[in-house]
Structures are given as structure tokens and as C-alpha cells.
């Protein structure tokens, strides 16, 4: 399997762009810092308009480079995963209702890789 390395970055795995907690994801890299990169999976073409709202909003914020859309394996030390419930509650797996709360999950999450 081909992998992109990604180094002394917080890798954060997100979920399809068709997701309703997508959107929160990528407004939640607002708040963090710019160490913090979001890996989306490849739109299909049936979440195309679900993709075009995702770049809409990172050009919104700023946020180019920071998120990276890929079905490929992307390396990371460190490194959070973006659950769809609140009840997935394994370490390194993060929920929030809102980018706000997803944020302050993510930072909680790289404390404890530390």
C-alpha cells in the first residue's frame, strides 16, 4: 500500500466528507494549531456537493494545506481518529458536537500521545 509521510504533524483521521460531522472537522482546524492536518477521505462522485462545502469552507478559514483528502495510508506519530458516536470512547478516538468541542477533544488527545 503506498503511503504519504507526514512528520511532527497531529494527524487528525476524519470522517467521508458526506458525514454530517465533516464540516465540524474541518472548521474545528480554526482553532488549532497549524501542526494540525485533517485527512478526509477521497469525495465519490455522488458527495461531490458535500466536497464543494468542505472547500468552501477551508478558502473560508484559511485553512489550505491543512487538509488532505486521500484514500491512501498517511504516516503519523501522532495521531487522533474521528468517531461518529460519543460511545466509541478508545483511546486516540475524539468526538465533539460542535468544531468547538471537537477542538478541545484533538488537544485533549494530543496531550496523551505526548
Known sequence: MATN???DDFVIWG????SANALNAVHALYYLPRQYKLI??????EEQAS???????????GL???????????E?????????TKTENHLGHIFGHSPEEL?????DA?????
Open 5 to 7: 509521510a507526514v512528520t
Open 15 to 18: 470522517p467521508s466528507v458526506a
Open 40 to 45: 478526509l477521505p477521497t469525495a465519490t462522485a
Open 51 to 61: 466536497y464543494d462545502r468542505i472547500l468552501s469552507l477551508i478558502r473560508r478559514d
Open 64 to 74: 489550505d494545506g491543512r487538509v488532505q483528502f486521500t484514500n491512501k495510508q498517511v
Open 76 to 84: 503519523a506519530d501522532r495521531h487522533a481518529v474521528i468517531t461518529p
Open 103 to 107: 477542538a478541545s477533544a484533538i488537544l
Open 110 to 114: 494530543a496531550r496523551a500521545t505526548v
